[in-house]
């Protein structure tokens, strides 16, 4: 009886209708896939092609061995019931990860296929706990959880949910799963359990490396890594819900170069077109925008606008878009996704004729008046319900491929900016899946709060996306919901977010900030409302003096964050650091997530409790640390506390970084 072939570089494994194939799959790492009762089907979510890799291979009759690199797994045929148990290993015979066996008696699968009616499968995927690793990445979860050992997490999009299925173990490997389905997974004490509702096959990725820096630069190769960030995403961008027109484009661009405050993007929000999916401004509120964008590019400012997938059943592209097919559609009923300001169906950027078709639209509306950067809001998309089974794209059930909309959705925009000649992009979304970096996409975190509590779940949603691939990651300076400027407290908040905002890989203040007023068109038709002001003068002459303190240490920051968005774009370094991926041989910064390393040179601790004016802070070993507002020297390995009014916060700094920011905090 043979269990095991070697084929095309790898091994396949045969018993009682699954199907294994193992391959190796990049530097020190492999892939691992699966089927039930056929061939295993030759598709592949979210890895880029590879160099081929000569791997050692040896075949044995109820064992074998595949070794690339550091890593090598081990393939062992249980003698009860014949099940295929597979163990991975570092270059040190270290023990990595493992499929569970079967249990003899208990007859368990690792890798188990429930038949669906009409064909396709639920599966799941269950690997041995390991008590002693700690786990990070996976995207952005809203949760004040660093550590992810013990977490259930859906592995589905929501607003300000963006699951981005890759880990980084405490324990030396990193692991992808690669499959797009809507599903689940359990980082439980026993067991590790991946879900997926809907697929045809297992497939998962594993890397190997000596340091965290080492496992990413593995990954990054294996979904690729983002562009150059161009030299406006280095600056401060301003933004608020909404600018409704255009002289209040120009006005608020004015009075920022009357001040002599630089502003690298100036955004103009949603509702500024007619209809969803009409993709073009109001010619009510924006009479010519042509002149409007060469004003502001007169002023150095970049125009970003607002797009959003939906289209109202009232727009003038609806009844093309449907008739050729490019829309989402439900399973049964009537197509109406989401209802604001109107029935609303999703363009499906899963189909590459609908993403030539609003291209199309945005080129001929938007990229011809010179706009050169957009923001691709409700990137989920945000379905109405987020009842997963009752949705279908081109590329197939939402339950099955469904989380690739916003990598598909960024792919869209990326692409048709290519090919118009332009090599400079980034564009703000909603949302990310694996591979959503290298389409230029700058992720924001949502519609959150504007609360103490949602601050700091957003310190620990940035490090994780960092290490999930994302390192273009932002959020709401100040948060979006909730935000009244007639609040001393809210102002406080503020200016701590603005802080922090100042040590994000952009810096962005938005938000639909308490008062609003009503908008209503010349038709008497009411649209959509705009906050109250949101610049940084609109909060007292104390606070402006202070935001704009923290947007010239932003700019003072100019060649340091260019060196750390190098980094990122060859080798997938996170922008935004735990202590652990500088720091690995300290223990302690495995557990610190409320302090992070912005680069690899500027410890930053954001002040995010409610009027706290100083604060504990943990100096990794191994460092020298200098204060940047007075000079203090310390050594790490030692916490120290740090007072920090509302005028500053704590920064630490080493090496080369001392240059920009000694005694300007």
Same mark, same amino acid.
């Given at each position: 009886m043979r269990f095991f072939e070697e084929k095309d570089g790898g091994i396949i494994f045969r018993e009682n209708g699954e199907m294994v194939r193992i391959s190796p799959w990049g530097?020190?790492?492999?892939?691992?896939?699966? $089927?039930?009762?056929?061939?295993i089907p030759d598709s592949n979510a979210a890895l880029l092609p590879q160099e081929e890799c000569k791997a050692q291979i040896q075949i044995g009759d109820m064992d074998s061995c595949l070794t690339n690199g550091k890593i090598t797994v081990k393939l062992h045929?249980?003698?009860?019931?014949?099940?295929?148990?597979?163990?991975f290993y570092n270059e040190k015979g270290k023990p990595l990860i493992s499929e569970i066996t079967n249990g003899g008696a208990l007859q368990r699968r690792a890798r188990y296929f429930r038949p669906l009616t009409g064909g396709d499968f639920y599966l799941k995927a269950s690997f041995v706990a390991d008590e002693h690793e700690k786990i990070y990445g996976m995207g952005q979860y809203q949760q004040e959880i660093f550590d992810l050992k013990g977490c259930n997490l859906e592995l589905a999009h929501r607003n300000s949910q963006a699951s981005v299925p890759f880990y980084l173990s405490s324990a030396g490997y990193g692991f992808m799963w690669n499959n797009p389905a809507i599903g689940a997974v359990h980082f439980g004490k026993n067991t590790t359990e991946w879900e997926a509702n809907v697929t045809n096959k297992l497939d998962y990725w594993i890397t190997a490396g000596d340091t965290p820096k080492e496992i990413m630069e593995h990954f990054g190769k294996a979904v690729g890594t983002v562009p150059m960030m161009p030299e406006y995403g280095l600056g401060f961008w301003q933004c608020k819900l909404r600018y409704y027109n255009q002289k209040q484009v120009l006005s608020i $661009?004015?009075?920022?170069?009357?001040?002599?405050?630089?502003?690298?993007?100036?955004?103009?929000?949603?509702?500024?077109?007619?209809?969803?999916?009409?993709?073009?401004?109001?010619?009510?509120?924006?009479?010519d925008p042509k002149n409007m964008v060469q004003k502001l590019h007169d002023m150095g400012i970049e125009t970003m606008v607002s797009i959003w997938p939906q289209v109202d059943w009232r727009s003038e592209n609806y009844e093309e878009m449907r008739q050729q097919g490019l829309l989402v559609r439900n399973n049964g009923g009537i197509d109406a996704q989401m209802i604001f300001h109107g029935n609303n169906v999703f363009m499906d950027a899963t189909n590459p004729r609908t993403r030539a078709y609003v291209w199309d639209k945005i080129k001929k509306n938007y990229a011809d008046l010179g706009i050169r950067t957009?923001?691709?809001?409700?990137?989920?998309?945000?379905?109405?319900?987020?009842?997963?089974?009752?949705?279908?794209?081109?590329?197939?059930?939402?339950?099955?491929?469904?989380?690739?909309?916003?990598?598909?959705? $960024?792919?869209l925009f990326y692409e048709g900016q290519r090919a118009n000649g332009q090599e400079d992009i980034v564009n703000l979304i909603r949302c990310a899946w694996l591979g959503s970096q290298r389409y230029g996409a700058l992720v924001w975190s949502g519609d959150i709060m504007s609360t103490y509590e949602d601050f700091r779940k957003q310190i620990c949603a940035g490090l994780h996306m960092g290490i999930a691939g994302i390192p273009w990651w932002t959020t709401?300076?100040?948060?979006?919901? $909730?935000?009244?400027?007639?609040?001393?407290?809210?102002?406080?908040?503020?200016?701590r977010w603005f802080q922090f905002g100042t040590f994000c890989p952009v810096m962005r203040i938005h938000?639909?900030?308490?008062?609003v007023e009503q908008i209503v068109n010349a038709a008497g038709e009411i649209r959509e409302q705009t906050g109250a002001d949101n610049e940084i003068w609109s909060y007292g002459e104390e606070n402006e003096q202070i935001m704009t303190k923290f947007i010239r240490i932003r700019l003072a920051m100019k060649e340091y964050i260019r060196s750390i968005m190098?980094?990122?774009?060859?080798?997938?370094?996170?922008v935004m650091r735990p202590m652990f991926f500088e720091f690995p041989e300290d223990e302690k910064t495995y557990d610190i997530w409320d302090c992070y390393m912005f680069g690899g040179d500027i410890l930053v601790a954001p002040i995010c409790y409610a009027h706290e004016m100083k604060r504990s802070v943990y100096l990794p070993k191994g460092a020298t640390w200098t204060l940047a507002n007075d000079g203090s020297v310390y050594e790490g390995g030692q916490t120290i506390e740090v007072e920090a009014g509302i005028e500053t916060l704590p920064i630490f700094l080493r090496n080369k970084a001392q240059e920009y920011l000694i005694g300007k905090l």
């Open positions: 530097e020190d790492s492999v892939r691992v896939e699966s $089927a039930y009762l056929g061939e045929v249980e003698g009860w019931g014949k099940a295929l148990c597979i163990s $661009a004015e009075e920022y170069r009357k001040r002599d405050i630089p502003v690298d993007v100036l955004v103009i929000d949603y509702y500024h077109w007619p209809r969803c999916g009409d993709w073009r401004f109001d010619p009510e509120y924006f009479e957009f923001w691709l809001d409700e990137a989920e998309p945000e379905f109405g319900t987020y009842d997963f089974e009752q949705y279908r794209y081109y590329a197939g059930s939402v339950s099955e491929i469904g989380n690739i909309y916003p990598r598909e959705y $960024a792919r709401d300076i100040g948060g979006f919901h $909730a935000g009244d400027v007639r609040s001393e407290d809210f102002k406080e908040l503020l200016i938000g639909c900030r308490q008062p190098e980094e990122a774009h060859k080798k997938a370094t996170p």
